[in-house]
Protein backbone atom coordinates (compact mmCIF):
# COMPACT_ATOMS: atom_id res chain seq x y z
CA UNK A 1 0.00 0.00 0.00
CA UNK A 2 1.39 3.34 -1.01
CA UNK A 3 2.55 5.41 2.12
CA UNK A 4 2.61 9.25 2.68
CA UNK A 5 6.39 10.52 2.02
CA UNK A 6 8.26 12.71 4.41
CA UNK A 7 9.25 15.61 1.86
CA UNK A 8 8.78 18.60 3.75
CA UNK A 9 11.73 20.39 5.06
CA UNK A 10 12.43 23.37 7.88
CA UNK A 11 11.50 26.18 4.73
CA UNK A 12 8.63 24.35 3.74
CA UNK A 13 6.94 23.75 7.26
CA UNK A 14 8.19 27.23 8.63
CA UNK A 15 5.94 28.22 5.57
CA UNK A 16 3.24 26.28 5.86
CA UNK A 17 2.54 28.77 9.31
CA UNK A 18 3.78 31.77 8.38
CA UNK A 19 1.99 31.35 5.13
CA UNK A 20 -1.29 29.71 6.09
CA UNK A 21 -1.78 32.51 8.99
CA UNK A 22 -0.56 35.60 7.23
CA UNK A 23 -3.57 35.21 4.83
CA UNK A 24 -6.49 38.07 4.83
CA UNK A 25 -6.93 38.68 8.42
CA UNK A 26 -4.42 40.84 8.94
CA UNK A 27 -5.35 43.44 5.75
CA UNK A 28 -8.75 43.02 7.38
CA UNK A 29 -9.66 42.36 10.61
CA UNK A 30 -8.34 45.65 11.96
CA UNK A 31 -11.42 47.33 11.28
CA UNK A 32 -14.09 44.97 12.66
CA UNK A 33 -11.11 45.54 16.05
CA UNK A 34 -11.06 49.05 16.64
CA UNK A 35 -14.56 49.29 16.21
CA UNK A 36 -15.00 46.68 19.05
CA UNK A 37 -11.98 48.15 21.16
CA UNK A 38 -12.50 51.90 19.70
CA UNK A 39 -8.81 53.31 20.14
CA UNK A 40 -5.33 51.74 17.75
CA UNK A 41 -3.41 51.73 20.84
CA UNK A 42 -5.96 49.09 22.09
CA UNK A 43 -6.02 47.12 19.03
CA UNK A 44 -2.32 46.62 19.46
CA UNK A 45 -3.14 45.11 22.86
CA UNK A 46 -5.34 42.79 21.42
CA UNK A 47 -2.98 41.73 18.91
CA UNK A 48 -0.28 40.88 21.86
CA UNK A 49 -2.98 39.59 23.53
CA UNK A 50 -3.72 37.14 20.74
CA UNK A 51 -0.20 36.75 19.47
CA UNK A 52 1.08 35.31 23.32
CA UNK A 53 -2.01 33.00 23.47
CA UNK A 54 -0.90 31.74 19.92
CA UNK A 55 2.62 31.34 21.17
CA UNK A 56 1.07 29.86 24.44
CA UNK A 57 -0.33 26.99 21.81
CA UNK A 58 1.96 26.55 19.66
CA UNK A 59 4.54 26.06 22.71
CA UNK A 60 2.28 23.08 23.76
CA UNK A 61 1.59 21.69 20.58
CA UNK A 62 5.30 21.85 19.41
CA UNK A 63 5.44 18.95 22.54
CA UNK A 64 2.96 17.20 20.75
CA UNK A 65 4.17 17.25 17.56
CA UNK A 66 7.73 16.01 18.42
CA UNK A 67 6.45 13.09 20.37
CA UNK A 68 3.60 12.09 17.65
CA UNK A 69 4.44 13.19 14.67
CA UNK A 70 1.40 11.68 12.70
CA UNK A 71 -0.82 12.47 9.84
CA UNK A 72 -4.07 14.84 11.49
CA UNK A 73 -2.29 16.76 13.99
CA UNK A 74 -4.82 17.75 16.94
CA UNK A 75 -6.34 14.18 15.59
CA UNK A 76 -3.58 12.20 16.61
CA UNK A 77 -3.18 14.15 19.86
CA UNK A 78 -7.32 13.99 21.43
CA UNK A 79 -7.07 10.15 20.46
CA UNK A 80 -4.47 9.56 22.49
CA UNK A 81 -5.37 11.61 25.44
CA UNK A 82 -9.09 11.27 25.48
CA UNK A 83 -10.32 8.24 23.27
CA UNK A 84 -10.90 7.88 19.65
CA UNK A 85 -14.18 9.56 19.61
CA UNK A 86 -12.86 12.86 20.23
CA UNK A 87 -10.38 12.92 18.17
CA UNK A 88 -13.10 12.03 15.57
CA UNK A 89 -15.17 15.18 16.55
CA UNK A 90 -11.92 17.28 15.68
CA UNK A 91 -11.72 15.42 12.59
CA UNK A 92 -15.44 15.65 11.46
CA UNK A 93 -15.33 19.37 12.68
CA UNK A 94 -12.05 20.74 10.62
CA UNK A 95 -13.71 18.76 7.61
CA UNK A 96 -17.57 20.04 7.58
CA UNK A 97 -16.47 23.62 9.33
CA UNK A 98 -13.70 24.86 10.74
CA UNK A 99 -10.82 23.93 7.53
CA UNK A 100 -13.63 24.14 4.94
CA UNK A 101 -14.78 27.43 6.36
CA UNK A 102 -11.43 28.90 6.60
CA UNK A 103 -10.88 27.95 3.54
CA UNK A 104 -14.24 29.73 1.78
CA UNK A 105 -13.53 32.25 4.36
CA UNK A 106 -10.04 33.38 2.48
CA UNK A 107 -11.31 32.48 -1.03
CA UNK A 108 -14.52 35.46 0.17
CA UNK A 109 -11.60 37.41 0.90
CA UNK A 110 -9.70 37.05 -2.17
CA UNK A 111 -12.07 38.25 -4.69
CA UNK A 112 -13.20 40.78 -2.28
CA UNK A 113 -9.90 42.06 -3.40
CA UNK A 114 -9.60 41.15 -6.49
CA UNK A 115 -12.55 43.32 -6.93
CA UNK A 116 -10.55 46.52 -6.31
CA UNK A 117 -9.92 45.74 -10.61
CA UNK A 118 -13.17 43.97 -11.53
CA UNK A 119 -16.61 45.91 -9.73
CA UNK A 120 -18.40 43.71 -11.18
CA UNK A 121 -17.02 40.68 -9.19
CA UNK A 122 -19.51 42.10 -6.27
CA UNK A 123 -22.57 42.11 -8.44
CA UNK A 124 -25.23 39.24 -7.19
CA UNK A 125 -26.51 37.33 -9.98
CA UNK A 126 -29.72 35.12 -8.05
CA UNK A 127 -30.87 35.62 -4.60
CA UNK A 128 -31.86 32.17 -2.95
CA UNK A 129 -35.23 33.12 -1.50
CA UNK A 130 -35.07 31.70 1.39
CA UNK A 131 -34.20 32.99 5.18
CA UNK A 132 -30.56 31.74 5.32
CA UNK A 133 -28.90 35.09 4.75
CA UNK A 134 -27.67 37.71 6.91
CA UNK A 135 -30.70 38.15 9.95
CA UNK A 136 -32.65 35.52 8.30
CA UNK A 137 -33.03 37.35 5.13
CA UNK A 138 -32.59 35.61 1.40
CA UNK A 139 -29.28 34.85 0.74
CA UNK A 140 -27.44 36.39 -2.09
CA UNK A 141 -24.64 35.27 -4.79
CA UNK A 142 -22.35 37.11 -6.64
CA UNK A 143 -19.74 36.42 -9.11
CA UNK A 144 -16.89 36.75 -6.92
CA UNK A 145 -18.54 33.32 -5.19
CA UNK A 146 -17.99 31.57 -8.43
CA UNK A 147 -14.10 33.07 -8.52
CA UNK A 148 -13.67 32.02 -5.23
CA UNK A 149 -14.64 28.38 -5.67
CA UNK A 150 -12.03 28.09 -8.96
CA UNK A 151 -9.27 29.16 -6.89
CA UNK A 152 -9.99 26.66 -4.10
CA UNK A 153 -10.59 23.68 -6.67
CA UNK A 154 -6.88 24.98 -8.80
CA UNK A 155 -5.21 24.95 -5.71
CA UNK A 156 -6.47 21.61 -4.52
CA UNK A 157 -5.20 19.99 -8.01
CA UNK A 158 -2.06 21.39 -7.47
CA UNK A 159 -1.38 19.81 -3.92
CA UNK A 160 -2.89 16.43 -5.59
CA UNK A 161 -0.02 16.54 -7.52
CA UNK A 162 2.65 15.93 -5.10
CA UNK A 163 2.86 17.03 -1.09
CA UNK A 164 6.88 18.28 -2.84
CA UNK A 165 4.52 20.43 -5.62
CA UNK A 166 2.15 22.11 -2.54
CA UNK A 167 5.03 22.54 -0.08
CA UNK A 168 7.27 24.66 -3.13
CA UNK A 169 3.99 26.71 -4.23
CA UNK A 170 4.08 27.32 -0.10
CA UNK A 171 7.71 28.68 0.06
CA UNK A 172 7.56 30.41 -3.27
CA UNK A 173 4.34 32.94 -2.02
CA UNK A 174 5.50 32.90 1.69
CA UNK A 175 8.52 34.64 0.79
CA UNK A 176 6.96 37.20 -1.96
CA UNK A 177 4.23 37.55 0.95
CA UNK A 178 6.47 38.65 3.26
CA UNK A 179 8.44 40.59 1.33
CA UNK A 180 5.36 42.65 0.01
CA UNK A 181 4.33 42.88 3.61
CA UNK A 182 7.66 44.44 4.66
CA UNK A 183 7.02 46.83 2.13
CA UNK A 184 3.95 48.10 3.58
CA UNK A 185 5.34 48.27 6.83
CA UNK A 186 8.02 50.43 5.73
CA UNK A 187 6.10 52.90 3.26
CA UNK A 188 3.52 53.34 6.37
CA UNK A 189 5.88 53.88 8.85
CA UNK A 190 8.09 56.18 6.38
CA UNK A 191 5.37 58.51 6.26
CA UNK A 192 5.75 61.90 7.18
CA UNK A 193 2.26 63.32 6.60
CA UNK A 194 0.46 61.62 9.71
CA UNK A 195 -0.35 64.40 11.58
CA UNK A 196 -4.29 63.48 10.99
CA UNK A 197 -3.73 60.51 12.29
CA UNK A 198 -2.06 61.41 15.15
CA UNK A 199 -4.31 64.57 15.85
CA UNK A 200 -7.42 61.92 16.03
CA UNK A 201 -5.24 59.15 17.67
CA UNK A 202 -7.05 59.61 21.09
CA UNK A 203 -10.68 60.13 19.74
CA UNK A 204 -12.10 56.27 20.84
CA UNK A 205 -14.61 55.54 18.20
CA UNK A 206 -16.47 52.91 20.53
CA UNK A 207 -16.14 52.93 25.35
CA UNK A 208 -13.63 49.72 26.03
CA UNK A 209 -15.62 46.79 27.17
CA UNK A 210 -14.83 43.42 28.16
CA UNK A 211 -17.17 41.94 25.45
CA UNK A 212 -15.67 44.59 23.11
CA UNK A 213 -12.04 43.27 23.69
CA UNK A 214 -13.06 39.74 23.26
CA UNK A 215 -15.03 40.54 19.96
CA UNK A 216 -11.55 42.57 19.27
CA UNK A 217 -9.92 39.35 20.53
CA UNK A 218 -11.96 36.73 18.16
CA UNK A 219 -10.97 38.55 15.32
CA UNK A 220 -7.40 38.62 16.07
CA UNK A 221 -7.36 35.31 16.91
CA UNK A 222 -9.06 34.70 12.81
CA UNK A 223 -5.76 36.37 11.76
CA UNK A 224 -3.59 34.42 13.98
CA UNK A 225 -5.26 31.13 13.00
CA UNK A 226 -3.50 28.66 11.27
CA UNK A 227 -0.45 28.66 13.38
CA UNK A 228 -1.28 24.71 14.31
CA UNK A 229 -1.11 23.48 10.70
CA UNK A 230 1.72 22.25 10.34
CA UNK A 231 1.29 19.19 12.94
CA UNK A 232 -1.30 18.23 10.48
CA UNK A 233 1.00 17.10 7.93
CA UNK A 234 3.54 16.14 10.70
CA UNK A 235 4.09 12.43 8.51
CA UNK A 236 5.41 14.34 5.66
CA UNK A 237 7.71 16.42 7.37
CA UNK A 238 11.53 15.74 7.80
CA UNK A 239 12.68 14.99 11.26
CA UNK A 240 10.01 15.97 13.06
CA UNK A 241 11.21 15.70 16.55
CA UNK A 242 13.31 18.65 15.92
CA UNK A 243 11.19 20.65 12.61
CA UNK A 244 8.24 20.63 13.78
CA UNK A 245 8.83 22.61 17.31
CA UNK A 246 11.29 25.22 15.38
CA UNK A 247 8.09 25.88 12.64
CA UNK A 248 5.68 26.46 15.44
CA UNK A 249 7.32 28.45 17.84
CA UNK A 250 9.52 30.21 15.33
CA UNK A 251 6.42 30.68 12.61
CA UNK A 252 4.33 32.10 15.34
CA UNK A 253 6.96 35.02 16.63
CA UNK A 254 7.62 35.64 13.31
CA UNK A 255 3.98 36.37 12.58
CA UNK A 256 3.50 38.05 16.00
CA UNK A 257 6.18 40.46 14.59
CA UNK A 258 4.82 41.01 11.11
CA UNK A 259 1.53 41.99 12.78
CA UNK A 260 2.50 44.44 15.49
CA UNK A 261 4.81 46.00 12.98
CA UNK A 262 1.70 46.13 10.27
CA UNK A 263 -0.76 47.36 12.71
CA UNK A 264 1.73 50.57 13.78
CA UNK A 265 1.87 51.53 10.10
CA UNK A 266 -2.14 51.54 9.69
CA UNK A 267 -2.16 53.88 12.68
CA UNK A 268 0.38 56.15 11.88
CA UNK A 269 -1.13 57.14 8.70
CA UNK A 270 -4.86 56.61 9.52
CA UNK A 271 -6.86 57.95 12.21
CA UNK A 272 -8.70 55.23 14.31
CA UNK A 273 -11.66 56.37 12.39
CA UNK A 274 -10.25 55.99 9.03
CA UNK A 275 -9.44 52.29 10.01
CA UNK A 276 -13.08 51.69 11.48
CA UNK A 277 -14.50 53.15 7.99
CA UNK A 278 -12.46 50.94 5.28
CA UNK A 279 -12.40 47.22 5.29
CA UNK A 280 -9.58 47.10 3.05
CA UNK A 281 -6.88 48.75 5.51
CA UNK A 282 -3.94 48.42 4.01
CA UNK A 283 -5.24 49.38 0.46
CA UNK A 284 -6.58 52.44 2.07
CA UNK A 285 -3.00 53.24 4.61
CA UNK A 286 -1.33 52.79 0.85
CA UNK A 287 -3.41 55.02 -0.82
CA UNK A 288 -2.84 57.73 1.46
CA UNK A 289 0.62 57.43 0.66
CA UNK A 290 1.37 56.94 -2.98
CA UNK A 291 -1.85 57.30 -4.19
CA UNK A 292 -4.27 55.17 -6.29
CA UNK A 293 -1.44 53.06 -7.48
CA UNK A 294 -0.54 52.48 -3.94
CA UNK A 295 -4.03 50.97 -3.37
CA UNK A 296 -4.18 48.67 -6.30
CA UNK A 297 -0.42 47.54 -5.41
CA UNK A 298 -1.62 46.51 -2.05
CA UNK A 299 -4.61 44.50 -3.58
CA UNK A 300 -2.47 42.95 -5.12
CA UNK A 301 0.19 42.39 -2.18
CA UNK A 302 -2.75 40.74 -0.21
CA UNK A 303 -4.12 38.52 -3.03
CA UNK A 304 -0.57 36.80 -3.16
CA UNK A 305 -0.80 36.58 0.63
CA UNK A 306 -4.28 34.87 0.68
CA UNK A 307 -3.56 32.53 -2.23
CA UNK A 308 -0.30 30.89 -0.40
CA UNK A 309 -2.89 31.03 3.11
CA UNK A 310 -5.44 29.05 0.61
CA UNK A 311 -2.40 26.73 -0.32
CA UNK A 312 -1.34 26.01 3.16
CA UNK A 313 -5.06 25.51 4.54
CA UNK A 314 -5.54 22.52 1.39
CA UNK A 315 -1.82 21.45 1.98
CA UNK A 316 -2.44 20.56 5.77
CA UNK A 317 -6.06 20.10 6.06
CA UNK A 318 -6.23 17.36 3.53
CA UNK A 319 -4.36 14.91 6.08
CA UNK A 320 -7.29 15.09 8.75
CA UNK A 321 -9.88 13.16 6.88
CA UNK A 322 -6.73 11.12 5.43
CA UNK A 323 -5.94 10.22 8.81
CA UNK A 324 -9.72 9.20 9.91
CA UNK A 325 -10.05 7.22 7.06
CA UNK A 326 -7.33 5.36 7.49
CA UNK A 327 -8.37 4.72 10.75
CA UNK A 328 -11.92 3.38 9.34
CA UNK A 329 -14.15 6.30 10.99
CA UNK A 330 -14.38 8.51 7.33
CA UNK A 331 -15.14 7.52 4.21
CA UNK A 332 -12.85 4.72 2.92
CA UNK A 333 -12.07 6.58 -0.34
CA UNK A 334 -10.50 9.45 1.76
CA UNK A 335 -7.89 7.04 2.71
CA UNK A 336 -6.48 6.49 -0.60
CA UNK A 337 -2.53 7.70 -1.27
CA UNK A 338 -2.18 8.27 -4.87
CA UNK A 339 -0.13 5.64 -6.32
CA UNK A 340 2.03 8.28 -8.15
CA UNK A 341 2.29 11.06 -6.33
CA UNK A 342 2.08 9.66 -2.56
CA UNK A 343 -0.63 12.23 -1.60
CA UNK A 344 -3.76 11.88 0.09
CA UNK A 345 -6.07 12.62 -3.27
CA UNK A 346 -9.41 12.29 -2.42
CA UNK A 347 -8.98 13.84 0.79
CA UNK A 348 -7.45 16.59 -0.98
CA UNK A 349 -10.26 16.82 -3.63
CA UNK A 350 -13.18 16.10 -0.94
CA UNK A 351 -11.79 19.31 1.66
CA UNK A 352 -11.22 21.38 -1.42
CA UNK A 353 -15.16 20.84 -3.07
CA UNK A 354 -16.96 21.01 0.33
CA UNK A 355 -14.82 24.42 0.56
CA UNK A 356 -15.82 25.55 -2.18
CA UNK A 357 -19.39 24.65 -1.81
CA UNK A 358 -19.15 26.60 2.12
CA UNK A 359 -18.61 30.15 0.12
CA UNK A 360 -21.64 30.57 -0.14
CA UNK A 361 -22.49 30.72 3.25
CA UNK A 362 -21.89 34.03 4.08
CA UNK A 363 -20.44 37.35 4.70
CA UNK A 364 -16.34 37.40 5.62
CA UNK A 365 -17.40 38.00 9.48
CA UNK A 366 -20.24 35.20 9.72
CA UNK A 367 -17.17 33.13 8.39
CA UNK A 368 -14.25 33.83 10.49
CA UNK A 369 -17.07 33.86 13.73
CA UNK A 370 -18.52 29.98 12.42
CA UNK A 371 -14.57 29.10 12.07
CA UNK A 372 -13.67 30.20 15.38
CA UNK A 373 -15.75 29.08 17.87
CA UNK A 374 -16.00 25.15 16.41
CA UNK A 375 -11.89 25.92 15.94
CA UNK A 376 -11.16 26.83 19.68
CA UNK A 377 -13.58 24.34 21.71
CA UNK A 378 -11.37 21.68 20.14
CA UNK A 379 -7.57 23.93 20.46
CA UNK A 380 -8.41 24.62 24.46
CA UNK A 381 -8.61 20.60 24.60
CA UNK A 382 -5.81 19.81 22.67
CA UNK A 383 -3.65 21.94 24.85
CA UNK A 384 -4.64 20.68 27.96
CA UNK A 385 -3.72 17.14 26.25
CA UNK A 386 -0.25 18.22 26.96
CA UNK A 387 -0.99 17.82 31.21
CA UNK A 388 -3.58 14.90 30.55
CA UNK A 389 -0.55 12.55 28.51
CA UNK A 390 2.09 13.89 31.22
CA UNK A 391 0.21 12.03 33.23
CA UNK A 392 -1.42 9.19 31.49
CA UNK A 393 1.52 8.30 29.63
CA UNK A 394 4.49 9.49 31.29
CA UNK A 395 6.76 6.33 29.42
CA UNK A 396 6.07 8.71 25.95
CA UNK A 397 9.04 9.71 24.59
CA UNK A 398 9.16 13.76 24.37
CA UNK A 399 12.07 15.35 22.53
CA UNK A 400 10.32 18.47 23.00
CA UNK A 401 8.81 19.67 26.49
CA UNK A 402 6.59 22.74 26.48
CA UNK A 403 8.19 25.81 27.90
CA UNK A 404 6.68 27.02 31.01
CA UNK A 405 4.68 24.23 31.99
CA UNK A 406 1.84 23.54 32.89
CA UNK A 407 1.05 27.71 33.51
CA UNK A 408 1.66 27.83 29.46
CA UNK A 409 -0.66 24.96 28.41
CA UNK A 410 -3.37 26.23 31.41
CA UNK A 411 -3.30 29.96 30.06
CA UNK A 412 -3.93 28.86 26.54
CA UNK A 413 -7.26 26.75 28.00
CA UNK A 414 -8.55 29.43 30.28
CA UNK A 415 -8.24 31.38 27.48
CA UNK A 416 -9.51 29.05 25.08
CA UNK A 417 -12.88 28.92 27.67
CA UNK A 418 -13.44 32.72 27.84
CA UNK A 419 -13.18 33.22 24.44
CA UNK A 420 -15.75 30.61 23.80
CA UNK A 421 -18.34 32.25 26.49
CA UNK A 422 -17.75 35.75 24.51
CA UNK A 423 -17.98 34.38 21.14
CA UNK A 424 -21.68 32.49 22.18
CA UNK A 425 -22.79 35.46 23.40
CA UNK A 426 -21.76 37.98 20.70
CA UNK A 427 -22.63 35.65 17.86
CA UNK A 428 -24.96 33.71 19.16
CA UNK A 429 -26.28 32.02 15.72
CA UNK A 430 -22.72 31.20 14.16
CA UNK A 431 -21.57 29.17 17.24
CA UNK A 432 -24.69 27.28 17.86
CA UNK A 433 -24.62 25.91 14.27
CA UNK A 434 -20.73 25.03 14.83
CA UNK A 435 -21.72 23.01 17.77
CA UNK A 436 -24.64 21.49 16.24
CA UNK A 437 -22.02 20.25 13.42
CA UNK A 438 -20.05 18.89 16.24
CA UNK A 439 -22.99 16.70 17.35
CA UNK A 440 -24.24 15.88 14.65
CA UNK A 441 -20.97 13.62 13.75
CA UNK A 442 -21.29 11.02 16.82
CA UNK A 443 -24.08 8.91 14.28
CA UNK A 444 -21.35 8.82 12.05
CA UNK A 445 -18.86 7.80 14.34
CA UNK A 446 -20.65 4.98 15.84
CA UNK A 447 -22.02 3.81 12.76
CA UNK A 448 -17.88 3.36 11.26
CA UNK A 449 -17.37 1.87 14.29
CA UNK A 450 -19.89 -0.74 13.95
CA UNK A 451 -18.83 -1.05 10.47
CA UNK A 452 -15.33 -1.59 11.12
CA UNK A 453 -16.12 -3.99 14.31
CA UNK A 454 -18.51 -6.21 11.81
CA UNK A 455 -15.61 -6.24 9.35
CA UNK A 456 -13.39 -8.23 11.32
Not at 313 to 318: C, E, M, Q, V
Amino acid sequence: MTELKRELGIWAAMAIVIGTVIGSGLFRVPQTMVQSVGTGGYVMLVFVVGGLLSLAGALSYAELGAAMPGAGGEYVYLTEAYGPVWGFLYGWTQMWVAKSGSIATLATAFFEYMATFRPDLEKVFYTIPLPIGEHGAPLPLKYGQILAMVLILFLGLINYFGVKAGGDVQVVMTAIKVGAIAVVIVAGLMYSNAGTATAHAQTPLAPLTAAGFFAALVAALWAYDGWNNVSMVASEVKHPQRYLPLALIGGTLAVMVLYLLANTAYFHVLSAAEVGANKRVAAAMMQRVFGGWGASAVSVAVMISIFAALNGSILSGSRVPYALARDGIFFRSFATVHPRFATPSVSILGLSLWAAVLVFSGRYDQLYNYVIFASWLLYGMTTAAVIVLRRTRPDLQRPYRTLGYPAVPLLFVGAAVLLEVFTLKNSPRESVAGIVLILLGLPFYFYWKRRNRDNI
